[in-house]
């Protein structure tokens, strides 16, 4: 038996390593969780739910969905949950493209766009990216008539660098008609810039526009699985067709209720984000290393490509310390590596690692 076209090219996706073998303590900073972990009423929900857990879940995860649309004023039929966001960013391409379609993304875009595309047999298209942020003119440059997805992180991953509303209506207004973009918002609780929206306006306003979410960052329920999608009516009508008809576990939907009704939780993880993001690119920033801009809970940090500070040279400095950050040559920069934010002490962790190994 063959696969169809496009699925042996697919790499496997390679998640943030946890384990740093023969450190005493571990910091993973490798997969931008959440330092702070779920809001307790979330755990209480889940082990709430655990009675019930010989009985199928609520298909359509409706009490979830209408917390989601409580919560940002959305219409909850036009909300989907998927097991993550991860399943809706796969199902989107198997929906809206195939053989001899195009889906583009940006170069250094979250790798899974590329792994979707060649799973509904699509070709994946990655557009130039020369300053590590999604460059609109270049997608709309790429664009034909073959052009059927435009995946756009925004905030994305790893570079966490962003693009404003009105760069996004631009590059809405530019796409083919039948092109559906897109937006990945799975950053967007971190963000705090005025001329950024996560996509909720296009995805309401535009029939071709779907926005993703996930539970897996602020809500820091990654091991549950949980996404949503925004969109026009018959986006979902199509994801609801072919996802999974139990696709989200109910200990996983109770879970998500109470952390999506815990805004105050939320409102804390930002904060702690707001303080931590700028004190690791100040001090990563002063022991001579670059970052990037980020509205993220993640930084880049860029080494010298030679010589003995390497990002390779860093990355086992690190590990050896006990601070495990990821590594981003699958996404075209061979020569940095990504930190998430983590707990205080994370944090000091992987300043005083990376301060001893520049010295
Ligand atoms: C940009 C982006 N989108 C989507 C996801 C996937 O999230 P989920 O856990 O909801 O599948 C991630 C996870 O790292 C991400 O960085």
Redesign the pocket.
């Known amino acids: 038996m063959k696969p169809v076209p496009g699925i042996l090219d697919i790499a496997p996706y390679i998640g943030g390593r946890a384990e740093a073998e023969g450190a005493a303590r571990t910091f993973k900073l490798s997969?931008?969780e959440s330092p702070l972990g779920p809001s307790p009423k979330a755990i209480e929900a889940f082990k709430a739910a655990a009675g019930q857990m010989h009985m199928y879940p609520e298909g359509s995860a409706l009490l979830l969905r209408k917390a989601i649309g409580e919560t940002f004023d959305l219409n909850p039929d036009r909300i989907v949950c998927?097991?993550?966001?991860?399943?809706l960013?796969h199902l989107l391409p198997q929906i809206y493209a195939g053989p001899g379609d195009e889906v583009l993304y940006s170069e250094h875009?979250?790798l899974?766009y590329k792994l979707a595309a060649l799973a509904a047999s699509a070709k994946p298209i990655s557009v130039p990216e020369p300053n590590l942020i999604t460059d609109v003119d270049a997608l709309l440059r790429r664009a034909t008539a073959k052009t059927k997805i435009c995946f756009v992180?925004n905030?994305?991953?790893?570079t966490g660098s962003y693009n404003t509303a009105s760069d996004l209506r631009r590059l809405r207004a530019g796409l083919p008609a039948e092109c559906l973009l897109v937006v990945?918002a799975?950053?967007a609780e971190y963000v705090n810039r005025n001329d950024y929206d996560a996509g909720v306006e296009l995805a309401a306003t535009t029939p071709n526009t779907v926005m993703?979410?996930?539970?897996?960052?602020i809500y820091g329920l990654?091991a549950l699985?949980?996404?949503w999608a925004y969109g026009p009516e018959p986006v979902i009508d199509a994801l609801n067709r072919v996802r999974g008809p139990f696709n989200v576990s109910s200990p996983a939907q109770a879970a998500a209720i109470a952390a999506i009704k815990d805004q105050a939780y939320v409102k804390h993880c930002a904060a702690h984000n707001a303080t931590w993001l700028p004190w690791l690119a100040e001090h990563i920033t002063a022991a001579g290393l670059q970052v990037r801009s980020s509205v993220g809970n993640f930084l880049l940090i860029e080494f010298p490509a030679e010589g003995d500070k390497t990002a390779a040279a860093a990355d086992k400095f690190l590990m050896q310390r006990g601070v495990i950050l990821r590594g981003v040559g699958a996404y075209g920069l061979p020569n940095a590596l990504r930190i998430s934010v983590g707990t205080e002490e994370g944090n000091r962790a992987a300043v005083a690692a990376l301060e001893e190994f520049m010295k």
């Open positions: 997969s931008n998927g097991n993550g966001s991860d399943e960013l875009g979250f899974v992180a905030p994305n991953n790893p990945d799975a950053y993703t979410r996930t539970f897996s960052k990654a699985r949980v996404g």
